[in-house]
């Protein structure tokens, strides 16, 4: 069963997001759909209660969350809060932690909160160019999961989804080759093996992200390891997200 998210960042009026919505949960509920995969939108906090209303069809995202539990942040939004709403939570992005300076700690303290609320992170990892370009994407990689989910116990780390977005390929139209996006999911999945067993590594579903569109939605989830996608652009456009979604069909 694969993923395919949608992730809107800052797009789209509350209008805009309750007509996408109506259109989505409309195509998900044609007798013709079985794509058996799950679909889920990360739309604006702000617009999570009236998309809520389509939450039989549509899981919802949040595309962050507080580090803290409660009390004097002003602007922030608790797990607590979110939880009335969505089942996952994108923690790790590459412009939460570029823009907004998130680290490992930050990062393991939002890990900490989506778990105490039921909430189940999409952690994303991503090599920057100039990784890619020396060879050290792997180490990149690697880093990143062991300063974070990697540290976490068994059981929670096997109820993560991992998202791998090279972060020169996030909203370029640029993509890594097939092969350089099956080498790196299975490396990862390699990581999870040697840390909680080969069954419960292979449950773990590992995303691709960066750059999904239409013609490359396809072949990407063919590849062997990659068990669905995290979608940014593409997903602000229904037509654009329904075609991806039909795309995971055949590869289901
Ligand atoms: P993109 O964004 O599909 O627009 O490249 C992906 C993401 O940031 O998750």
């Known amino acids: 069963m694969k993923y395919i998210i949608g992730n809107w960042k800052m797009n789209k009026t509350a ?6 919505m109506r259109k989505l949960s409309s195509f998900l509920m044609e007798d013709t759909y079985d794509f058996n995969c799950h679909v889920v939108i990360a739309p604006p906090v702000i617009h ?3 998309c809520f209303q389509f939450s039989k069809e549509i899981n919802l995202a949040a595309q962050n969350l507080a580090a803290e539990d409660f009390g004097a942040y002003t602007g922030e939004i608790s797990a607590a809060m979110l939880s009335e709403y969505v089942k996952y939570a994108i923690i790790g992005h590459s412009e939460r932690r570029q823009y907004f300076q998130e680290t ?6 939002k890990i900490t909160m989506a778990f105490k609320y039921n909430i189940r992170p999409v952690f994303c990892v991503g090599e920057k160019e100039q990784d890619r370009e020396l060879g050290n994407y792997f180490n990149v990689i690697e880093g990143q ?3 974070t989910i990697m540290l976490l116990p068994d059981e929670h780390l096997s109820n993560c989804i991992i998202a791998y ?3 020169w390929a996030i909203g370029t139209g640029k993509t890594p ?3 350089q996006i099956e080498e790196m999911h299975a490396y990862i999945r390699k990581m999870l093996v040697l840390k909680i ?3 419960n590594a292979s449950k773990m579903p590992i995303l691709y992200g960066g750059s999904c569109s239409v013609k490359n939605s396809s072949s990407i989830l ?7 996608l995290l979608v940014g652009g593409a997903s602000l456009d229904f037509m654009h997200f329904k075609e991806i979604i039909e795309c995971s069909d055949t590869s289901c």
Request: charged share 20%; hydrophobic share 35%.
């Open 104 to 109: 490992a700690v930050i990062l393991n303290k």
């Open 165 to 167: 977005e090279p972060v």
């Open 15 to 20: 209008p805009e997001s309750i007509d996408f």
């Open 222 to 228: 063919h590849q062997n390891n990659v068990d669905g």
């Open 177 to 179: 080759s097939l092969a």
């Open 197 to 199: 067993g080969k069954y």
């Open 48 to 50: 999570l209660p009236h």
């Open 145 to 147: 999961l062991n300063e």
